[in-house]
């Protein structure tokens, strides 16, 4: 599985985990790669063997209000060795104040406290759906990933083809641009891409001869979005006399991201092609495709089934003729 520092755990606004840092800033590079929580109830209590420290450790009302009971010494001791395991996380629940030895030792061993509002068996519910879809694999991909009529359609193909002029003059049509350049990809549960773009490169466009332009800017938020499923791929290529290309379309191909297959064309260049209208009519034909209609092999089976009736037909001539 990937990882994720503590610092991006904290920043994180969409999953509304409603974090904040109490101790240990110089923690927050701190990674962790496991989506599994952990109470360190028995840890607490000195019993630390099965603790694990690359995972974030809750702690709620139950394991603060123990700490109460014991003796000062004895809780001091307790939460040094605690702390001394180089823990990944400490979040404490419920909006609760940690003991001020807490705090120090996560400040010295450099270990981030942190503290949500939640309940415990809500937040750690939250975290953990989370972490899973968070920390499981992604990769960056060169291309443009555009939304065309609701189909996340990339557009990949070797560098200067026209992948962003041909994803500019869908936008100009009214479609939207998620991302160009650089595609962060990730996998989400239970076998879906999402594709979004880098933090620097948000909603900019390179055009050869123009420079950088901002898409948000220009034609206005509704002609970008932040992320979006890939269901399509579609790679630019430079057309070439004598290469073969697929006429029918009824042999289906597909490029593996992270292990997933994803419905793939690849479509050939050349003057007077108007790509971006090729392109449309490549995502709605997907729609068609999902919703169980398929028209090659329609197309297919009706050639099928006109030459099936015409050779029976002449089966027949030929017969007729042989009986006179």
Not at 74 to 79: F, G, S, T
Not at 240 to 256: K, M, P, V
Not at 279 to 293: I, T
Request: glycine share 8%.
């Amino acid at each position: 599985m990937a990882g994720m520092t503590i610092q991006e755990l904290l920043a994180e606004k969409e999953s509304k985990l409603d974090l904040e840092l109490l101790a240990g800033a110089k923690g927050l590079d701190r990674s962790v790669h496991v989506p599994r929580i952990q109470k360190p109830g028995l840890a607490l209590a000195g019993y630390t063997a099965n603790l694990h420290p690359d995972r974030i450790q809750v702690l709620g009302e139950t394991e603060l209000s123990y700490l109460l009971t014991l003796d000062p010494d004895k809780a001091k001791q307790n939460i040094h060795g605690l702390c001394s395991l180089n823990i990944c996380s400490l979040i404490i629940t419920k909006g609760l104040s940690p003991p001020p030895l807490l705090a120090e030792e996560c400040e010295t061993n450099h270990i981030p406290l942190l503290r949500t509002y939640h309940q415990s068996s809500t937040f750690i519910s939250m975290l953990t759906t989370y972490l899973e879809e968070r920390l499981l694999p992604s990769t960056t991909l060169h291309g443009v990933l555009v939304d065309v009529l609701g189909v996340g359609v990339l557009l990949v193909g070797k560098s200067g083809v026209g992948k962003s002029e041909c994803a500019l003059d869908l936008v100009l049509k009214g479609h939207r641009l998620v991302a160009d350049d650089v595609i962060k990809v990730r996998m989400k549960l239970p076998a879906v891409l999402f594709g979004e773009g880098s933090d620097l490169l948000n909603y900019h466009m390179e055009i050869r001869g123009l420079g950088i332009i901002n898409i948000k800017h220009l034609f206005g938020v509704a002609s970008i979005r932040e992320r979006k499923k890939i269901d399509l791929v579609i790679e630019l290529v430079e057309w070439q006399e004598g290469a073969e290309y697929d006429r029918l379309g009824i042999d289906e191909e597909c490029y593996t991201i992270l292990g997933i297959s994803v419905p793939f064309l690849r479509i050939p260049i050349r003057p007077g092609r108007n790509m971006t209208s090729i392109v449309e009519v490549a995502a709605r034909n997907q729609l068609l495709k999902e919703m169980g209609y398929h028209s090659a092999r329609e197309f297919q089976d009706r050639l099928e089934q006109r030459m099936a009736e015409t050779a029976l037909l002449h089966s027949r001539a030929i017969i007729g003729d042989n009986l006179e």
